[in-house]
């Protein structure tokens, strides 16, 4: 499975910004697609995970209520929604899919087929 993330840029605090991962080859719906962002200095974090045929979420606490993920197995997207950005929000936003078919975890190390990323930046 390929991945690619797009979306990203520069907004200002309490902005938004939607994120989409797409998915091609294999069968991605059979997998967890989780969104993951490193800041500078910092190591890879788990932000959102969403089961392969959307009936499991996790939101890491730092963006409950403020992120949401969804996903289209039609289009093989996966897309995060972000609203209520902070300064603290900015980093390159990763998306990965699970090594496992089925729900997984949101556990980084587990996530593999890694896109670019793309730089979400939020001014203060």
């Known amino acids: 499975v390929q991945l690619q993330a797009s979306g990203g840029g520069l907004v200002h605090a309490g902005g938004s910004l939607r994120l989409s991962c797409a998915a091609s080859?294999?069968?991605?719906?059979?997998?967890?697609i989780g969104w993951f962002r490193q800041a500078p200095g910092k190591e890879r974090e788990g932000v959102s995970c969403?089961?392969?045929?959307?009936?499991?979420?996790y939101y890491s606490d730092f963006v409950k209520g403020r992120f949401t993920i969804f996903r289209d197995n039609t289009e093989n997207t996966v897309t995060l929604q972000m609203n209520t950005l902070n300064p603290e929000d900015t980093a390159v936003y990763y998306c990965?899919?699970?090594?496992?078919?089925?729900?997984?975890?949101?556990?980084?190390?587990?996530?593999?087929?890694w896109g670019q990323g793309t730089q979400v930046t939020v001014s203060s």
């Open positions: 969403i089961s392969g045929n959307g009936a499991y979420i």
């Open positions: 990965g899919r699970h090594r496992d078919s089925g729900w997984g975890s949101c556990r980084e190390y587990e996530y593999i087929d």
């Open positions: 080859g294999g069968r991605p719906d059979n997998y967890a």
